[in-house]
Structures are given as C-alpha cells and as structure tokens.
C-alpha cells in the first residue's frame, strides 16, 4: 500500500457498503419484476426461473448489511479485539448459499437433459430474449460496480455479493442461451448452458469460501505485502534491524507484532519513541492494518564490543 493512497475510515467504509447494498436491492427488485413479467407473458420457463434467481439475490444482499453493520461496530468489553470477523462470517454465508444457487441451476439443467427427451417445449417469446439480454447488461454493471467498492474498502462479504451479481448475469446468458436455442429449433441449448454456469457458480463458491477461512483462522498476510513492512521499518531512523514480524488477517483488517533491533546505549524514552514512530508508520503506510504492535530489543553485540 502506498503512502498517498487515501485512507478510508470505518465509518466510510461503512457507508460505502451500505450504499453499494441498497443499490443492489433496488437493482435486483427491478429485474426480479422486469423478469417474471417477461418469462409470464412470453411463455419462458428458463426466465421465470432467472426472476426467481434474481429475488434471492435480495437476501443475499440484506446478509452483507447485516454482517458489515456488526463487522463495524466498536471493541466493547466483550469483544477487545472488535467484530471484524463478522465479515466472514458473512462471507461464508454468502458463498454458501451461492454454491447451492449454482447447484440447483445445474440440477435444474441436468433434469430437464434427462426428461425432456421426446418432447416439444413450448417455443418463448421474443419478450423473454429482450429480459435475458438487459438482465446480462444490468447485471454485469453491478459485479463492477460491486466489486470496485468490496475492492476499495477490501470487503469479502461485498466481493461475495458481487459474485451474486456475474452468477446473475452468467444465468441470464443460459437463460438467452436456451431461448435463443429454443427458438431456432435447438431446446438442449438451454440446459446445457445452465449445466456449464454452475461450474463457473461453484468456483467462485469455493473461492470466496476459502478466502473467508483464511481470514478467520489468522493467516498472514502476502509476503509481498511483509516485505513491503519490513522496508518502512528499517528505514526508520534508530533501527538497526528486525528480529522479528509477523502478521494476521482479522477479518478485513491487519495486525503487526514487530520485534525491532536498536542500539542498547539508547535510552528509554528514545527506545519508546522510536518504537512509536515504526508504530505510526506501518498504520499510516498500510490503512488495512488496525493495530501494530512493536517491541524494541538491544543490539547485545554493542556490548560485546
């Protein structure tokens, strides 16, 4: 992270969120609307099913608000360290439930495979290719929109919705996919498309999943990103070398134990402010990190010496 990026505060953070949140159910409530209406009137079951899917998206997003507005709130005496992780937990609800939404997508596919054989499907509607086609355009836009935000304020629950938004976009190409198909005479088109989606659907599942564990078990953060530390810490005026940092995902945030080396001539009150000072720098040079924590060790070879 570099020093002129932006620091952005909790409760932007939360702002953001929030503001992506409503955007995304108001969106959804749209579609959801546009969708059913079009799938009704053009005969088109894959779009009943796309309106459907685009409901469930609602929840999925009053999920994020929920785990953002816990994941935001103060340290009480209860919880010193804050409830980040209520983020991930989140995170995790979202991935499941997106896992089971690309799982019945690919039943739903693989069933209409092996029972429709012998049969006519009634032929949709040009309405329902119009539907598909604002659905994919519409959708597309908010993973965008979406992801830039979770990207900004570094939010796996948001990313996770975002991810609801491409699984609602890459339903509606099967959806385009199938009607188009039926139309020219090619019904398998549709569940075909819907079976492939869901492998695209569960990646991502496991992706996020994976991601919200590593945070919630305090993984370390990139060595690229360590090493970056460990170049703002040793160019801090005092410190003569580094005997050890370690680092911890806590939720959306970062926590640093650093143990610095300094001359053991130094004086208290010098050990302490330059204990500060690396102090500060980490905290200002990396906004992810919530808290840094140094411990000054003495240069024993000085006496030595």
């Not at 685009?54 to 804050?82: L, Q």
């Not at 039943?107 to 209409?112: H, N, V, W, Y």
Request: charged share 20%; hydrophobic share 50%; with cysteine.
């Amino acid at each position: 992270m570099k020093s002129e990026d932006k620091i952005i505060t909790a409760e932007e953070q939360s702002a953001i969120a929030m503001k992506v949140s409503v955007v995304s159910i108001v969106i959804n409530l749209l579609l959801s609307v546009l969708k059913l209406l079009a799938g009704i009137f053009a005969r088109s079951g894959a779009m009943i099913s796309d309106a459907v899917h685009s409901a469930s998206d609602v929840f999925s997003t009053v999920v994020v608000m929920i785990g953002m507005s816990i994941s935001k709130k103060k340290p009480d005496k209860e919880h010193p360290y804050g409830h980040e992780r209520f983020e991930c937990v989140a995170s995790m609800l979202l991935a499941v439930i997106l896992a089971v939404t690309g799982a019945g997508i690919g039943f739903k596919g693989i069933e209409c495979i092996t029972s429709s054989a012998g049969q006519t499907p009634a032929v949709p509607g040009t309405a329902a290719l119009i539907a598909a086609v604002v659905s994919i355009i519409v959708k597309e836009i908010m993973y965008q929109y979406t992801r830039i935000a979770a990207k900004k304020i570094n939010s796996g629950a948001l990313m996770a919705d975002a991810w609801h938004h491409r699984s609602d976009a890459l339903s509606s190409v099967g959806a385009f996919a199938g009607i188009l198909g039926a139309r020219m005479g090619f019904p398998m088109l549709d569940p075909l498309a819907s079976v492939i989606i869901c492998v695209f659907i569960e990646k991502a599942a496991v992706d996020i999943f994976r991601d919200a564990v590593d945070k919630m078990i305090d993984k370390a953060c990139p060595e690229e990103t360590v090493e970056k530390m460990k170049e703002v810490i040793l160019g801090t005026d005092g410190v003569i070398g580094i005997d050890e940092i370690k680092t911890r995902l806590f939720g959306s945030r970062i926590y640093v134990e650093v143990e610095i080396l300094m001359d053991s001539s130094k004086t208290l009150i010098e050990a302490h402010e330059t204990a500060e000072t690396v102090h500060n720098a980490i905290e200002k040079e990396f906004p992810g990190v919530k808290h840094c924590m140094v411990h000054v060790n003495p240069d024993i070879k000085d006496n030595i010496n």
